[in-house]
Every structure is written in structure tokens, then in C-alpha cells.
């Protein structure tokens, strides 16, 4: 009889969330000639790399039991109103874009979007958020989105360096930026021998910068304190040293300052997180970037334009920097590749919803309160350190801090502790008049009254000053005008999301991008209050939850690896590689071997490995594949025998980038070891090795994780991304630390704006753990190499698997080859992409690592009906080529060339191609019943890189 127990837990999700059971297994297996998937995987992973022991986690539970065990925890954690401010403000989500978009899986499972026919709906979105930050700021171009505030400096203060005249290597810092800013950016300028001078007080920015001697400078504006400083007399001295200005500024303040762009700013920087996106312990949140014109090419991240498809009409697509690290490599301008796409979705969708009138409002009000707050306290007797401001106050507090605080928390109210003998207090959009007179109620001294709201309200004007007073319009565009009404706003986003394909339709085969279940118990727990209204620099014992979630998360995930240790501040992979490439420079710099800092990637590797390796301030070498696509071993050799003396890191993929294991992995660390130097394991590729063979066993130093991949984050369209970096025991004192916090760690110092990077999607990683258990997750890696090997056998007499092992099998994902068809008849693997659009499905990865090829990852998630979907529309792909081969059709005039087809191109009057129209919409019958149309036709990428747009298209545009 089955026991109450396991009637009651039966790990049940397991079976929810690998799309394959038992009966679907067996004929798979079959397909592939295996006899059960202990003997397939038996026959993939080498021997030698079999973990010794099974990951000790524990027993997994239901989804109702996790998301009860997560309820407890994050009930650990303590929502207090926030007056902290420092870049996280309080803000409303509206509703119908919280539903709508942040719980809606046809946008947090969409892909970045490469595919740019299927992904206009996104780009739509991500236009909107380029022009409100251009309108904004004032500035000419912005791209799609940052990772945070912090990081968005430090990539301004490089991209000032690539762009300017002046040779110094000095970026001044004026001293009232956030200080999490100033410790990112201290981290990254070290590596590239850039030497940050940060003001004090005593010397401040006009001093510092009169020697001219500075490549760069960044002021914040409003200051960290709440001062509105006029920066326009910095400019010229600036210019003057042939260098740039940078300046971090709050979006919602620059509806009513005048904005940097009008004072001939250089580069600006921020986060749009009061624009609707909860604060959620420091992440995610979209950060952007603008800069002026003659900067464009150098700018970081990714940029959407707009260009026109096969039929002329305005169509978007990612523009210069398209996978920008995969051709310039360590000469990209940035590692960023995931970024913050969802987060920049909301921050879009909030201009959208309220537009300049209510975004106008909003920053009024704030203003006003700012103004009203202040004039009581000082009526109390209080000084303030700065006489301008918006949203944000500093008191001057001296002995009085601990009865103020004391009352504060008493109240459930946070204010900015961390100043000496000062308060800090940042009002923000949910501010209300209450939490004015309860804020006063603080600082009241015995016996004496309190200032009259009622009173203040009607005499005290704004104190952002006369001559900054922004009169310039902004988001005049009207998309910003249009849709207030909330069923306007809802039709807008679904509109949008009609228009793109992602997981909730269809499979989406991308290989190295593990796109798998994002489950909705999941997902669920990112909007518990509990996880999103927590202020990154709470005080410790309000974030006990979170600590917790840390705690068990590291611990999981050191076990999934084999690692020691494990930080989830890195707010994506290349994050993550940069965190643990600083980490080995430290070590050796600690050890009396600061000389080496020789880096070996193969030339299969993902582009962001040497994109990081450059910004640690590494020397990258390339090393070569064989034939196999396999690390050759011969050259890695000789390479590391030449360098012995300065190698510090080799970075490989695990599976290799080729999707196949190699069986050498352990000789190739042993070897690198030998000559002293360390093993970068990038764990992109953990979905075939989590419980079946873990980095830290085998061989390697460091790995970065993309929970964002492996483990269940949804891909937001292009982020939010965690990408925590894990390493070996000697390497844990190097990890990333957080001196803003007082963590007493130090390490290579901060890399994220926020401790805990993007800590409010953790959650969804934690579910993924705790409802999978060990034996679950290993099953989950199975079952994706079972899915992988399935593929790559059906569709072998149509497309040949590029790279296997000499069994013949692949790992998790399978490259396969079209070179040949584009010999034979012209047609290329991105010719496939476009028609499977048209089969209603996303591409596989294009022309990664392989030109020519198309790389599939099928996952664990999708069940076998879906899979052979897939191979249905593949192999009616290839009968299609098959008569552009025989001549049938000719190779400029059929339907894989004129992929994708939109309706309109099919109902157009004229029709005078050499196939039916039917063929062009329903090349197979199943298509009649549910059909994805394409907005629009094949993408000019070359029209839209000569003609560089990058803001809403002008309405008169679509006529
Ligand atoms: C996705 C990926 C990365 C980069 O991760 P991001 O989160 O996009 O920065 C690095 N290496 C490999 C092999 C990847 O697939």
C-alpha cells in the first residue's frame, strides 16, 4: 500500500515540470537505439566526470508544501515603509501592468529578440523605453536597458574612456554620488588601470577637476543627499580638458529640471525603478543609458531600431550591436549581453499608462511633499544640509538620531540611518500626507508642537531652483497620450504581445539558452509584498527572509556544482564570469603572482568569456577546436606551455559551446593546473550536468551559473538575469563583497548596485530546488539530453548533426549543419529561421557557435507531441528545399525566401510567386486551426544599420 507520505508528496511537480513520461520514454529511447536512459547517459557522460555522489538537497516537496515553506520564510521578512531612498523609492505598479505584463508568460517567457519578426511586440516596448529616457534626459539616443544604476556608471566611465581625447587615465567622481555606485565603479576602474577620484567635501569637483588632467567626470543629480546642484559650469571645464561628463540622473526628477541633454551632457546614466518596478531587495530593475550622438557606436548594451521589412512598411529590430560580443569579442565595448528587458518593459508600460501630464503630477507632488516635509522641520528647529532638492532631504540630526530612529521603527518606518550625525529622507510616489505628519512625529522635540500640515500646504512652494526648472515637452509622442484609459492600456499590451511569440505558444529551441519551464508556482512569490517591497539597504534584521533564501539557495547550488562557495550578487552570466575572473586576479595578486594574467578561451566560446576576461584586465588569447569541435588539446597545450609563467585562467564551456562532452575535460584541467593556472568552467551548460557531473569535481576554479537558463528565471524578453559565480574553496575570501551594506567581506569588492544582485527572482530558483529535490533534477538533466538526442536522430537525414560524440551523441543540444543546402541551393539556416516562423515556431540559435548552422536545445519542459511538432515542421522544411534542389522553385522566389509571410502579403491582389499562397500560410493543415501570423515580413538589418533609428516611429510613418 502506498503510505500516507508519499500519497501526500510524490514529488508530483517533477512530472509537471519534464514534459516526457514513461511511455513517451521508452519510444524515444527506441528512436535513439538505447535501452533505458541509464544506459544513454551512461553512454554520453564520460565515466571519468560521474559525480562521486548524489547532490544532498532535500526531498522534494508539492507545490502547495514549497510555496508554504517559502511563505514562511519570506514572512521573515519585514516590510517597512521606505524613506531610504539612495536609487530605491517606493512606487505603484499599475495593475493593469503588474497582471498584464510582470505575471503574464507572454512576457516574462519571451526571448531576447534576435528573431526580430516574431519579436516586434517587445521592440515595441523597448522603443517606447528608449524615447522616454531620450525625451527625458534630453539626450539623442538611449538603449533598450543596463543592469542596474551602479554598473551603468562604470560602463559610462568606459565608454567615456573609449570616446573621448583626453589620455589621462583619471575618471573624477564627485563624492556625492551613491555610494553603491562609487564602490562599483572603484571595482571596475582597478582592473583597466583607470585611477577614480572621488571629491570630498573639503576638495570638491570644480578643485579636482582644474588640473585638467581626467578622462571623464560623473555628478549625480539630485546628489545622494537630495541636493540639486547646477552642473552646466562643470560642462565646459569638461570639454575644455577634452573630456566627457557624466551624470547619474533620476528620471522622475528630470520631468521638472532642466535635463542634462539641454546642457550638453555627454553621457547619462540611471534606473528607471520608480518607474512601476517594485524594489524587491535591490532587483531586478531596468537601468538605462543615453549618450550624444558621435558615442552611438560605442554605446553598450543592446539598442533597438527601426529599419523596414521585405514590404517596406516600418519594422524593429536590434540594431549595431546585434550579438555584438560574439563578433568583436574582447574588443566589444561591454559584456552585457542578458540585460533587463522585462524590467524595461514595465518601466515603458508606466510612461505609457500615465504620460507627461502624469508622470508630471507625480514628480509635483513628490516635490511639494519634499518642500512641506522640509519646511516643518526646520520650523521644528532642524537644519538641512541642502537648500535645493526634489524628493530627497538631509537633517542634521547630531545626538538626536537614536530617539528619531528609535520612533521610526516604532512606526514601521525606514529613514537613511547609515550618515553620521544625519537623516536622510527620500519621498517617493506613494507618499502620503499621513506619512508626512507621521514623519514629523520623528523628529518632534518634547513639549513643543507640531508643524500644521494644513497650513505648509498652501504657503511652501518647491525647492527646485529657479533657473533649473525644466520648460522643454517630453513624450510627446503619441504613444505616451493615448492609452490612459485602462481598458486603452490593456488592449496596448496585448496588442503587443499578440504580435510575438514566446514559450506560452510554443516551444523555443534555443540551444545555450535553456528556455524551460518557467512554472507558475514559481513565479508566484516575486510579487509577495513580503520579496518586493524591501529596500536593498533595510536594516539587516528587516531582510532576515532574504538571508535565509540566500543561505539555502548557495547551499543548493554549491551542491549542484561541487563548489565551496557561492555568491548571487552577479546580475547575469557575464557578470558572473567578471565577478570570478577578478577573483582569480586577486588570488594571484595575493599569492605573489600578480604577473599572470594570461586568459585562454577557445575560439568556440561564447562571446561574453572574452568580453569579461578583457574588462578584469586580462590578456586573452585564443586557443583552437578540431575537427570534432572539440577544445584541441594539442594547441591548449602548447599554449599553456608558452605562457606557463603568466597563465592565470583557461575558460571553457562544459559541455562544450559545441554540445557535446569532451572527454578530455579532466586531463585539460589538470594540465592548466600544472602550469598554475585556473579553470573557468562557464555553467551556461549546466542543464546537462546537474546531478549528473559536477564543474567543482572535475576540475574547475570557477563557474557562473545562469539561473535564468538552468534554473527556471524566465528570460523577460533579455532579463532579468542571476548569474551567481561560484568557486573553490581557496577562492572564497575573492567573492564579491558590499561595503555600502557593512558587509565586513570585502572580496573584489562590489559588483552590483544591491548585495544580492537581482534578489527578488531568487525565489523562483529556490522553488525550482525545493519542488525538484535531488533525484528530480537530475531526471530534469536527463530528460533534456534524452530530448536533445531525440532530435538530432529524427532529423539526421534531413539535417546532419554538426558535432557528436564518437557514439554519435550529443549532450543537450545538437548544432545542425545547413551549409550544404546553402550549397546546393542557396537557401541558409537564417532562410529556416524566418519560415518556421511562418510553422508558428521561434528559431533555434542562428548561426552560434557555428555560422550556417542552427543550434536546438529542446529542454526537459516540452512534452513529445511538441518535440515532434518541431521535427514535423523541420522535415517539412527540408521537403521544401528539396524542390528549390530540384528546380521546382527557384532559389530568389520561394517560400523560404520570402519567410515569413504576413497576411497582408498573402491577401495582396497581385500573387506572382511560383507556389500557392496557401503554401506561403498553412504549409501544413494543422496550421488552419491555430496560426501564428508575423507582423511583418523579413527584416532590412542592413537598411535599418545605415539608417540608425531609435526612437518611436513618427506616426505619419504608417500611413
Ligand atoms: C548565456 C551565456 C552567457 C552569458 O550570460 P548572460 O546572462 O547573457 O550574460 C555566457 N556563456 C554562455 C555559454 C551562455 O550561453
Redesign the pocket.
Known amino acids: 500500500m502506498t503510505s500516507l507520505l508519499e500519497l501526500e508528496n510524490s514529488g508530483e511537480f517533477i512530472a509537471r515540470h519534464i514534459g516526457i513520461n514513461a511511455a513517451d520514454e521508452t519510444l524515444m529511447l527506441d528512436v535513439i537505439g538505447s535501452s533505458s536512459r541509464r544506459d544513454l547517459i551512461d553512454g554520453i557522460v564520460p565515466r571519468a566526470i560521474a559525480r562521486s555522489t548524489p547532490m544532498d538537497l532535500p526531498a522534494p516537496v508539492t507545490e502547495a508544501a514549497a510555496l508554504a515553506e517559502l511563505r514562511a520564510i519570506a514572512n521573515k521578512n519585514q516590510v517597512f515603509k521606505s524613506f531610504i531612498g539612495q536609487g530605491y523609492y517606493g512606487t505603484h505598479t499599475p495593475g493593469v501592468i503588474l497582471r498584464n505584463i510582470l505575471e503574464n508568460p507572454a512576457w516574462y517567457t519571451a526571448y531576447t529578440p534576435y528573431q526580430a519578426e516574431i519579436s516586434q511586440g517587445r521592440m515595441e516596448a523597448l522603443i517606447n523605453f528608449q524615447t522616454m529616457v531620450c525625451d527625458l534626459t534630453g539626450m539623442p539616443i538611449a538603449n533598450a536597458s543596463m543592469l542596474d544604476e551602479a554598473t551603468a556608471a562604470a560602463e559610462a566611465m568606459t565608454l567615456a574612456k573609449r570616446s573621448v581625447k583626453s589620455k589621462s587615465h583619471v575618471f573624477i567622481v564627485a563624492g556625492d554620488c551613491h555610494p553603491q555606485t562609487i564602490e562599483v565603479i572603484q571595482t571596475r576602474a582597478k582592473p583597466l588601470g583607470i585611477e577614480v577620484k572621488v571629491s570630498t567635501a573639503l576638495e570638491t569637483l570644480p578643485q579636482l577637476m582644474a588640473s585638467g588632467d581626467f578622462f571623464g567626470v560623473l555628478a549625480q543629480y539630485p546628489a545622494t543627499n537630495g541636493a540639486v546642484h547646477d552642473l552646466r559650469p562643470l560642462v565646459g571645464v569638461a570639454h575644455a580638458s577634452g573630456a566627457a561628463v557624466c551624470v547619474a540622473a533620476d528620471l522622475l526628477a528630470l520631468t521638472l529640471l532642466v535635463p542634462p541633454g539641454e546642457w550638453d551632457a555627454d553621457i547619462v546614466i540611471g534606473t528607471t525603478q520608480r518607474f512601476g518596478v517594485a524594489m524587491g531587495n535591490g532587483g531586478p530593475h531596468a537601468a538605462y543609458m543615453a549618450c550624444r550622438d558621435a558615442f552611438k557606436r560605442s554605446l553598450p548594451g543592446r539598442l533597438v531600431g527601426v529599419s523596414v521589412d521585405a514590404h517596406g512598411n516600418p519594422a524593429y529590430r536590434l540594431a549595431l550591436q546585434t550579438r555584438e560580443q560574439h563578433i568583436r569579442r574582447e574588443k566589444a565595448t561591454s559584456n552585457i549581453?542578458?540585460a533587463q528587458v522585462l524590467p524595461a518593459v514595465l518601466a515603458s508600460m508606466y510612461a505609457v499608462y500615465h504620460g507627461p501630464q502624469g508622470l508630471t503630477r507625480i514628480a509635483q507632488r513628490v516635490a511639494r511633499f519634499t518642500a512641506i516635509l522640509a519646511r516643518g522641520l526646520q520650523q521644528m528647529g532642524y537644519t538641512l544640509t541642502n537648500e535645493h532638492a526634489f524628493d530627497s532631504i538631509t537633517v542634521k540630526t547630531d545626538d538626536a538620531s537614536d530617539l528619531i530612529a528609535t520612533r521610526a521603527r516604532k512606526a514601521s518606518a525606514n529613514l537613511r540611518f547609515r550618515l553620521v550625525n544625519h537623516l536622510g529622507i527620500s519621498l517617493d510616489e506613494t507618499t502620503t500626507r499621513g506619512d508626512i505628519e507621521m514623519l514629523w512625529s520623528f523628529f518632534v522635540k518634547p513639549g513643543e508642537p507640531m508643524p500644521r500640515l494644513g497650513e505648509l500646504e498652501d504657503s511652501v512652494d518647491s525647492l527646485i531652483p529657479a533657473e533649473l526648472r525644466r520648460n522643454s515637452a517630453f513624450l510627446t509622442h503619441p504613444v505616451f497620450n493615448t492609452h490612459h484609459s485602462e481598458t486603452g492600456m490593456l488592449r496596448y499590451i496585448r496588442a503587443l504581445s499578440d504580435k510575438d511569440l514566446a514559450l506560452d505558444r510554443s516551444m523555443i529551441p534555443l540551444g545555450?539558452?535553456t528556455m524551460k519551464l518557467n512554472a507558475t508556482s514559481e513565479m508566484a512569490p516575486v510579487t509577495w509584498p513580503e520579496f518586493a517591497n524591501i529596500h536593498p539597504f533595510s536594516p539587516p534584521e528587516q531582510r532576515l527572509g532574504y538571508a535565509e533564501l540566500d543561505v539555502q539557495l548557495r547551499e543548493w547550488l554549491c551542491q549542484a556544482t561541487g563548489y565551496a562557495g557561492i555568491s548571487l550578487q552577479p546580475n547575469?552570466?557575464?557578470?558572473g564570469?567578471y565577478a570570478g575572473l577578478l577573483a582569480i586576479k586577486a588570488y594571484f595578486d595575493d599569492h605573489g603572482q600578480g604577473q599572470r594574467n594570461v586568459c585562454l578561451i577557445p575560439s568556440s566560446a561564447?562571446g561574453?568569456?572574452p568580453a569579461s576576461a578583457q574588462m578584469a584586465g586580462l590578456k586573452v588569447v585564443v586557443t583552437a577546436c578540431d575537427a570534432n569541435g572539440n577544445v584541441d588539446m594539442a594547441d591548449l597545450h602548447a599554449k599553456c606551455e608558452e605562457h606557463s609563467q603568466d597563465l592565470a585562467v583557461v575558460m571553457i564551456?562544459y559541455p562544450s559551446?559545441h554540445g557535446v562532452f569532451e572527454t578530455q575535460v579532466k586531463e585539460l584541467c589538470a594540465m592548466v593546473h600544472s602550469h598554475g593556472g585556473r579553470v573557468y568552467v562557464?555553467g551556461?551548460?549546466m542543464n546537462a550536468l546537474v546531478g549528473v557531473a559536477a564543474p567543482g569535481e572535475f576540475g574547475g576554479d570557477v563557474s557562473h551559473l545562469?539561473l535564468?537558463?538552468t534554473f527556471c528565471i524566465p528570460h523577460g524578453g533579455g532579463g532579468p538575469?542571476v548569474?551567481p559565480v561560484c568557486v573553490v574553496e581557496d577562492l572564497i575570501p575573492y567573492l564579491p563583497g558590499h561595503a555600502t551594506v557593512g558587509d565586513t567581506h570585502h572580496g573584489i569588492g562590489a559588483i552590483s548596485a544591491a548585495p544580492l544582485g537581482n534578489a527578488s527572482v531568487l525565489p523562483i530558483s529556490w522553488m525550482y530546488c525545493r519542488m525538484m529535490g535531488a533525484e528530480g533534477l537530475k531526471h530534469a538533466t536527463e530528460a533534456a539530453i534524452l530530448a536533445a538526442n531525440y532530435i538530432s536522430t529524427k532529423l539526421a537525414p534531413h539535417y546532419p548533426t554538426l558535432y557528436a560524440s564518437a557514439n554519435g551523441h550529443v549532450a543537450h543540444e545538437c548544432i545542425l549543419d545547413l551549409r550544404p543546402i546553402k550549397d546546393s541551393c542557396g537557401v541558409t539556416a537564417e532562410d529556416v529561421a524566418k519560415r518556421l516562423a511562418d510553422y508558428g515556431f521561434h528559431a533555434p540559435t542562428l548561426s552560434f557557435p557555428v555560422p550556417g548552422t542552427l543550434m536546438v536545445e529542446p529542454t526537459e519542459s516540452e512534452t513529445l507531441a511538441e518535440l515532434d511538432r518541431f521535427i514535423f515542421a523541420m522535415v517539412a522544411i527540408r521537403d521544401e528545399i528539396r524542390q528549390i534542389e530540384s528546380g521546382a522553385w527557384p532559389q530568389d522566389n520561394n517560400p523560404l525566401k520570402h519567410a515569413p509571410h504576413t497576411a497582408a502579403s498573402l491577401m495582396a491582389a497581385e500573387w506572382d510567386r511560383p507556389y500557392a499562397r496557401e503554401v506561403g500560410a498553412f504549409p501544413l493543415a494543422s496550421l488552419k486551426q491555430a496560426k501564428y501570423w508575423p507582423p511583418v515580413g523579413r527584416v532590412d538589418n542592413v537598411f535599418g544599420d545605415r539608417n540608425l533609428f531609435c526612437s518611436c516611429v513618427p506616426v505619419a510613418d504608417y500611413a
Open positions: 549581453c542578458t545555450s539558452c547575469a552570466g557575464s557578470q564570469e561564447h561574453t568569456n564551456t559551446t562557464d551556461a551548460n545562469n535564468h537558463k538575469g548569474g
